[in-house]
Every structure is written in structure tokens, then in C-alpha cells.
Nanobody
Framework: QVQLVESGGGLVQPGGSLKLSCAASGFTFSNYDMSWYRQAPGKEREFVAG????????TYAYSTKGRFAISRDNAKNTVFLQMSSLKPEDTAVYYC??????WGQGTQVTVSS
């Protein structure tokens, strides 16, 4: 019954910002590290950002560090990905993931003028 539902994707211009949300249910959210991955057409799925159970520790892919910020609200069972200074190469389907192998359905982010 693990469910991860991403939202907030869409079309944004280069240099713009977008905030993704992932609503989690079916498990004790605060017991799990959470992550964001993305997959562009013709590319393998790649790690974007991760956050520890309490939110005290975060990690980022080199290509996004300084532009993206992952956060979580354990009271609302939600993890976020704040994206700024977006580039066309950020265009991808973004997936929310729970440690242990659970994935959301993905939300499309398109960075284009």
C-alpha cells in the first residue's frame, strides 16, 4: 500500500523556478529516507537529491547542487524539491522514491522557452 504521488511539474522557462511535492502514504513516513530521481528521454534514471528521515542531512547530484533544495514535512508526510535556475538539461520526468525500492508515478518537468 505504499503510495508516492508527485505533483507540481510543468513547463517553465530557463532560469525559472518550480517546486515539486511528493505526498506519501501507506507507511510511517518519518522512518524512511526519501529521494528524488529523474529520467530524461534516452537517458537512464539518475539521482537528484536525498534527505534523511529527520531532514537533518541532505545530498545532491553535482549537476543540481546549489540550484535545487530538498526538504520534508514529516507532519504532512510530504517531501519537496525546490528547483531554481532551471536549465533545459533539467527537463525530465521527476520521481519520488523511498528507501527500500518504492517509486512514485513521476511528474514531467519541461524547461524551455
Amino acid at each position: 500500500q505504499v503510495q508516492l504521488v508527485e505533483s507540481g511539474g510543468g513547463l517553465v522557462q530557463p532560469g525559472g523556478s518550480l517546486k515539486l511535492s511528493c505526498a506519501a502514504s501507506g507507511f510511517t513516513f518519518s522512518n524512511y529516507d526519501m529521494s528524488w530521481y529523474r529520467q530524461a528521454p534516452g537517458k537512464e534514471r539518475e539521482f537528484v537529491a536525498g534527505i534523511s528521515r529527520t531532514g537533518s542531512s541532505t545530498t545532491y547530484a553535482y549537476s543540481t547542487k546549489g540550484r535545487f533544495a530538498i526538504s520534508r514535512d514529516n507532519a504532512k508526510n510530504t517531501v519537496f524539491l525546490q528547483m531554481s535556475s532551471l536549465k533545459p538539461e533539467d527537463t525530465a520526468v521527476y520521481y519520488c522514491a523511498r528507501s527500500g525500492g518504492s517509486w512514485g508515478q513521476g511528474t514531467q518537468v519541461t524547461v524551455s522557452s
